[in-house]
């Protein structure tokens, strides 16, 4: 494990600087593969955790809205909030294309606002982790819980750091679709261990049809958790209770345990009746 507040030695870029989810098609044509799996998990937890239909359902920060519009075309009345205007635009347009509707928000997930309460919400990718203090995460989860019915849930996936598990490292996968191809790099260049804060590079190769390969670069930051301080933080929600966790296998036959060696998580919350 690095020291603390270190950076990776600066290199010479040829990198355009944007901002990753103002591309949405190019974001989430990195996501729509596990898109299916994720949604029928969500099917599976409401199934065997909340004891009346889910019907109305709530995806905090839902960018791009892959699983906004899965959810609803799967027949749920699914609303999705977000602070990123170009993506839910796009979410818009491609509800249109599918012929399927939901309620689009722009609203902050630490601070939003409904009239109806809903059956079950969801969080998905480490979306929680863009709330970088524990304040902002505490009135997220606070704000989830007021607006969810007695007995509903709350599925959060996250990607926590396990004990003496490695800090940096870099993730390569590639994507490629009738109308582009992709190479994507996310890597982490800044750990902020007393923040509890870390940067990550996010390098897109972007090649549209057969022309030059554009190389296209972000940088995120995202809040560290560790299974302790993860257990703290919920431990402060009194609204939601902790009833199942699972991992990215999202298989609902196969619950783990919340432990030191944690990596990937999702965690059915329940608001208590
Ligand atoms: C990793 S993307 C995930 C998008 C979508 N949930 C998915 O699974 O494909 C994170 C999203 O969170 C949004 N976001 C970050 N901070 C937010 C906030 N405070 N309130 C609402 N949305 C936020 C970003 O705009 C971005 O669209």
Known sequence: MKSRNSTKPAVKTDS???HWYDHPEW????FLKETPSEARFLEDVFRKFVPFPVERVLEAGCGSGRLVREMARRGYAVTGMDLNQPALDFCEKKLKQ???????????????????PFDAAFNAINTFRHLETESAAL????????HLRPGGVFVLSLHIVPHDGELWGTERWSVKTPEFSIRYALSVEQVDEAKRVETLKMTMKVQIDGQEE??????LRLRLYDVEQLKSLLAKVKGLELVRTYDFWFDIN?????TKKSCDVVLVLQKKA
Not at 100 to 110: F, N
Not at 139 to 146: E, G, Q, R, T
């Open 16 to 18: 355009e600087s944007i």
């Open 27 to 30: 974001y989430e044509a990195g």
């Open 98 to 116: 599918i012929g399927c509707r939901a309620v689009l928000s722009k609203q902050d997930m630490t601070d939003f606002q409904f009239d109806q």
């Open 139 to 146: 009135s997220h989860l606070k704000c989830v819980a007021k």
């Open 214 to 219: 554009k190389k296209l670069t972000d940088h």
């Open 254 to 258: 196969d619950p783990c345990r919340l």
